[in-house]
């Protein structure tokens, strides 16, 4: 029913009418409708579909926003008769973007109180402090977390928690540090779709869909947000995709470095960005791109941590593989993995189709996140230059692609909790923002061409 109320707004305005007012109208329509939907499915779905039926039906809404952005940036823009805001002006949306971040303080502020402890719930929290704690007393943070009935090895990398420094000085509750970033990321792109974008509704709205990710988690998250830290990734993605649609290499080296060093999860992207970047930009701005992440790589990580042990990867990798392997055994009795209850990705499907020990089938489901992964990395650069850089410029490519292996990657994998995907979130509002500034015809951005 979602997907035929989705596709009806296609033809809500006529197509006929494609130059005047009512086209960018038309898109901020259709673009609500895919966001509310992906949230909408990924939040109740399972009492529509069930668990099974569910992780099909998120990923082909899911998927329908990087269709609709193909579909509409490959097309002639819109002829705009709106009047440009004035340079000055745009700062009064980048005032907007905040503001509607900060409209859910106060029912985030009674989830926080809600779930006053978050170790009750979760191991995330407590290890992130550890971590933290242990580095602000010169102690080695890279060691097992004592939790009183098990010790969880942390994978965190290094600015997921080191800006716990921030919280711990001001004296507050360290899980307001994400959302404060959180903050600042939307205005960030809020300011970057109004230099962009003409018309006055589509702008509101792109400055209105992070915040709308984050009211789904108040209403329907229960326990998500509060005993968790993902608030600060979302906001490093949001940087991110900023930087695309900014055509900034300063904002988006900046948001490199940040996600880089929060998550592994880029790894997967960045040699496509890379080959982008090098093939269609100018040479010193690789240079000065990666002259920037390599360092702080090696100060930030490699030297302080991974040169003093080099099994904390490899510790924590195994330690996660544990993790997804005992989430696949079930806990109580009888036996209940507790996200595959969620129905939002295909993990179930995984296990139901290989054979073996748990620990086979989450191998073998790495297997095919994998292999899905390197598919979409070398594949899309291949693509891009066979087919599509004469229709679609590198930095929205990479916009897409940023989407589609984020997605792929919480779709296919072995173990994904619902509060993964508030960074998917960011990423549709931002492709949604891109279509719209697209569409209000004041975009001046052509395709690709080697350099």
């Given at each position: 029913m979602i997907?035929?109320a989705?596709?009806?707004?296609?033809?809500?305005i006529?197509?006929?009418?494609?130059?005047?007012?009512f086209?960018?109208?038309?898109n901020?329509?259709?673009g609500?409708a895919l966001?509310?939907?992906?949230?909408?499915?990924?939040?109740?779905g399972?009492?529509?579909w069930?668990?099974?039926i569910?992780?099909l039906?998120?990923?082909?809404v899911?998927?329908?926003?990087?269709?609709w952005?193909?579909?509409?940036?490959t097309?002639?823009?819109?002829?705009?008769?709106?009047?440009?805001?004035?340079p000055?002006?745009w700062?009064?949306?980048?005032?907007a973007?905040l503001?509607?971040?900060?409209l859910?303080?106060e029912?985030l502020?009674?989830s926080?109180?809600?779930?006053?402890v978050?170790?009750?719930?979760?191991?995330?929290?407590?290890?992130?402090?550890?971590?933290?704690?242990?580095?602000?007393?010169?102690?080695?943070?890279?060691a097992?977390v004592d939790?009183?009935t098990y010790q969880?090895y942390?994978?965190?990398?290094?600015?997921h928690w080191?800006?716990?420094?921030?919280?711990?000085?001001?004296?507050?509750?360290s899980?307001?540090?994400?959302?404060?970033f959180l903050g600042?990321?939307?205005?960030v792109?809020?300011?970057?779709?109004a230099?962009?974008?003409?018309?006055w509704?589509?702008?509101?709205m792109?400055?209105l869909l992070?915040?709308?990710?984050?009211?789904?988690?108040?209403l329907?998250g229960?326990m998500?947000?509060?005993?968790?830290?993902?608030?600060?990734i979302?906001?490093?993605?949001l940087?991110?995709a900023t930087?695309l649609?900014?055509r900034n290499?300063?904002v988006?080296?900046?948001?490199l470095?940040?996600c880089?060093?929060s998550r592994y999860?880029?790894a997967?992207?960045?040699?496509?960005?890379?080959l982008?970047m090098w093939?269609?930009?100018?040479k010193k701005?690789?240079?000065?791109?990666w002259?920037a992440?390599?360092p702080?790589f090696?100060?930030?990580y490699?030297?302080?941590f991974?040169?003093?042990d080099?099994?904390?990867l490899?510790?924590?990798i195994?330690y996660?593989?544990?993790?997804?392997?005992?989430?696949?055994?079930?806990?109580?009795?009888?036996p209940?993995?507790?996200?595959f209850?969620?129905?939002i990705?295909?993990?179930?499907?995984?296990k139901?189709l290989f054979?073996g020990?748990?620990?086979?089938?989450?191998?073998?489901?790495r297997?095919?996140q994998g292999?899905?992964?390197?598919v979409?990395?070398?594949?899309g650069?291949f693509f891009?230059?066979?087919?599509?850089?004469?229709?679609m410029e590198w930095?929205d490519?990479?916009?897409?692609?940023?989407?589609?292996?984020?997605?792929?990657f919480?779709f296919?994998g072995p173990?994904?909790?619902?509060y993964?995907?508030?960074?998917?979130?960011m990423?549709?509002?931002a492709l949604?923002?891109?279509?719209?500034?697209?569409?209000s015809?004041?975009?001046?951005v052509e395709?690709?061409?080697?350099?």
């Amino acid at each position: 029913m979602i997907l035929l109320a989705i596709l009806s707004t296609f033809w809500l305005i006529p197509r006929h009418r494609k130059n005047s007012y009512f086209w960018p109208m038309r898109n901020v329509i259709i673009g609500l409708a895919l966001f509310l939907a992906q949230l909408l499915v990924c939040f109740l779905g399972t009492a529509v579909w069930g668990k099974w039926i569910n992780p099909l039906v998120f990923l082909l809404v899911s998927m329908a926003i990087p269709f609709w952005y193909i579909q509409q940036l490959t097309q002639e823009r819109a002829k705009s008769q709106a009047t440009e805001t004035a340079p000055g002006r745009w700062w009064i949306w980048a005032l907007a973007g905040l503001f509607f971040m900060a409209l859910p303080y106060e029912e985030l502020r009674k989830s926080f109180v809600a779930f006053a402890v978050p170790r009750d719930y979760s191991d995330v929290i407590p290890q992130l402090e550890t971590l933290y704690h242990r580095f602000r007393d010169g102690i080695f943070p890279y060691a097992p977390v004592d939790m009183g009935t098990y010790q969880p090895y942390p994978v965190y990398m290094p600015l997921h928690w080191l800006p716990i420094a921030i919280t711990d000085w001001l004296g507050i509750d360290s899980r307001w540090l994400g959302y404060g970033f959180l903050g600042l990321a939307a205005a960030v792109f809020s300011f970057a779709i109004a230099k962009n974008t003409q018309h006055w509704i589509p702008r509101v709205m792109s400055a209105l869909l992070p915040s709308l990710a984050m009211w789904a988690y108040i209403l329907w998250g229960g326990m998500d947000i509060p005993v968790s830290h993902e608030l600060i990734i979302a906001a490093y993605y949001l940087l991110l995709a900023t930087g695309l649609l900014l055509r900034n290499p300063w904002v988006t080296g900046l948001a490199l470095i940040a996600c880089i060093l929060s998550r592994y999860t880029l790894a997967f992207w960045l040699p496509l960005f890379a080959l982008l970047m090098w093939f269609y930009a100018p040479k010193k701005q690789s240079f000065a791109t990666w002259g920037a992440v390599l360092p702080a790589f090696l100060l930030l990580y490699f030297i302080p941590f991974y040169l003093k042990d080099t099994s904390i990867l490899s510790t924590g990798i195994a330690y996660h593989n544990h993790a997804a392997i005992d989430e696949w055994k079930g806990y109580g009795e009888p036996p209940v993995s507790w996200s595959f209850e969620r129905g939002i990705y295909f993990a179930p499907h995984l296990k139901a189709l290989f054979s073996g020990d748990m620990a086979h089938r989450v191998t073998m489901s790495r297997v095919v996140q994998g292999s899905l992964m390197l598919v979409l990395c070398f594949g899309g650069f291949f693509f891009y230059q066979r087919r599509w850089r004469s229709k679609m410029e590198w930095h929205d490519y990479s916009l897409l692609m940023l989407y589609l292996i984020i997605a792929c990657f919480y779709f296919f994998g072995p173990l994904t909790y619902r509060y993964y995907l508030i960074v998917l979130f960011m990423l549709s509002a931002a492709l949604i923002a891109r279509v719209l500034s697209h569409s209000s015809g004041n975009d001046q951005v052509e395709a690709s061409t080697p350099t």
